[in-house]
Nanobody, 119 residues
């Protein structure tokens, strides 16, 4: 299973960005999906997660500003980020728990996408 993320970029404070992450492969199933971020000098932190049934969880720092969603038919997870702040600047990576015929049950990571919020 491969995860392909897209949607990062440079935005001014108060602006919005939408990240996408699509899972692809053969004979697989994706369960929970999520977004993590890591800013320079900081540890990686969970931003938001969503189960296959749609239950969501958010970091306190993004509640009310970010929305995670998914399209199960497309095996894609989205992160709508509004009211962005300079402290949201980080590399955002998608993550998924899943199963494939070839790997069994495991955790998958996509490549990171850089989000830069200017003040």
């Amino acid at each position: 299973v491969q995860l392909q993320a897209s949607g990062g970029g440079l935005v001014q404070a108060g602006g919005s960005l939408r990240l996408s992450c699509a899972a692809s492969g053969r004979y697989f199933r994706i369960n929970a999906m999520g977004w993590y971020r890591q800013a320079p000098g900081n540890q990686r932190e969970l931003v938001a997660s969503i189960t296959d049934s749609g239950s969501t969880n958010y970091a306190d720092s993004v509640k009310g500003r970010f929305t995670i969603s998914r399209d199960n038919a497309k095996n894609t997870v989205y992160l709508q980020m509004n009211s962005l702040k300079p402290e949201d600047t980080a590399v955002y990576s998608c993550n998924a728990d899943g199963w494939s015929l070839y790997d069994g049950t495991r955790n998958y990571w996509g490549q990171g996408t850089l989000v830069t919020v200017s003040s």
